[in-house]
């Protein structure tokens, strides 16, 4: 039988995906694929219609590397111990951890994120504890950082120079291109979180981290000198609305970075309690956005800070967005609804919501609850990718940004 024929009578057979893919044994060789199956899109557009469509995983090959993050809950009262025994473990170690790993904490890992080092898509976090006297030594990185600090005080961040004193409910940001070192001088344990956008820059092959400092005099050196003094960000940028025109406002030599590097605790919360009395958003009460002062842009390109107060009592309406989020609980008693699962909150849990599940926030205490978010929606809106839609209380679904 001719050798057409005979294929003929194969493919009558077995059929032409079938014989596709034996052929995909000899294709793999070449780092090729011949097609046998249709795209399987792990998101499915939601937020071009009402329904409650969230997007499933694939299978097969085209779903290889498909990866969708969980709503999740860490509990403060269920992680802290670990942060303590770490403490006293380091304080009585020969070879302190930091020598080994750089820094010492818990990086938390999203149980839908196949153990990867993120709590998000996105966004890395880890808790990091360190004691009276620990220095992690001045470096620089691509990646866009930040320190938000759960200990009522102690610890310190040097970020190209400004002395950055840690209170409760700080933000410190190092965006990328900015030298830092932190420490605790401390008497007691120091503890906060870091935020980074190393998902995202491991994604695009773009993490780099450099840790030969020098001041200009010593190499190497582990901590950078003074040159600005605790509170610089404030005086120089927490004007509101006004910049200084006698400096660059180009701090270090990242692209895109904000120069204002440390918001106060306390200043963020007179400025949520200020504006309680508004009305606020239906779906996110009084809520602020950190800012470059500069721009009035996100503080990073990448990611959006923000921090929002929920009166006792309140319960917002149901939302959802293409950006993933972090939620940090800074005060307050209550609970997140997320695609249907209730996660109570109390001070200091953490959780993420995917980015594809309506979600509601509600404060069941007799206080203000304060609520700290970091998400990808600044990269999102670059990229013309960030949309919302919201649930009203009778079912009618509103397109936010379209
Ligand atoms: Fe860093």
Known sequence: MPVAARENTRTAKKGAAELMEELNADTAKLHAWIRTQANSP???????????????????????????????????????????????????????????????????????????????????????????????????????????????????????GERCECRRGDLVLTPNGTWHDHGNADSEPMIWIDMLDWPLMEYFDCVWVDQNYSDGTRSNAKSQPEIHSDGHSTRMYGNGGMKPLFTSNQRGWGQQATPMFHYRGVEIRDTLHRLRKEKGDPFEAIKMQFVDPVTGGPVFPTLDYCAQLIRPGEELEFKRETCSTFVLVIDGKGFTEIGGQRFDWEQNDILAIPNFLWRRHVNTGSEDAVLYTVSDAAVLRAIGQYRSQGKHRDGKVVQIVQ
């Open 42 to 160: 792990a998101q499915r557009p939601w937020f071009a219609d009402t329904s409650d469509a969230r997007g499933e995983l694939g299978s097969g090959r085209v779903a290889a590397n498909q990866l969708k993050m969980l709503p999740h809950r860490w509990r403060w009262r269920e992680i802290s111990p670990f942060l303590f025994r770490i403490a006293e473990l380091a304080r009585n170690a020969e070879v302190k951890p930091l020598e080994t790993t750089d820094r010492q904490g818990i990086l938390l890992t999203n149980p839908g994120l196949g153990g990867r080092l993120q709590i998000t898509n996105s966004i890395r976090c880890s808790i990091a504890i360190y004691n009276h006297g620990d220095i992690a030594p001045a470096h620089i990185h691509s990646p866009n950082a930040s320190r938000t600090i759960l200990s009522e005080k102690g610890g310190y961040t040097n970020v190209e």
